[in-house]
């Protein structure tokens, strides 16, 4: 449990390192804000695909390296 909770913490850390250099996370091709009068609605489509994509890879290299 312990080395799990360090990974989760340099991920982390690694995460708020990449938007603080830059990485236009909630920028990308494919999200959508729609502006209408008063209203503004927010589609971070490509962000959560991204998120999607890198937490899956992130979660099956855990269980790679935490098998038995």
């Known amino acids: ?34 502006r209408r009068g008063g209203f503004t609605l927010y589609v971070p489509l490509a962000s959560c695909i991204l998120v999607s994509v890198l937490l899956t890879l992130v979660t099956a290299l855990i269980s790679f390296f935490t098998r038995r």
């Open 1 to 34: 449990m312990g080395r799990l909770l360090i990974v989760v913490g340099l991920l982390i850390a690694l995460a708020g390192v990449a938007i603080t250099i830059g990485v236009p996370l909630g920028r990308l091709p494919g999200d959508f804000t729609i």
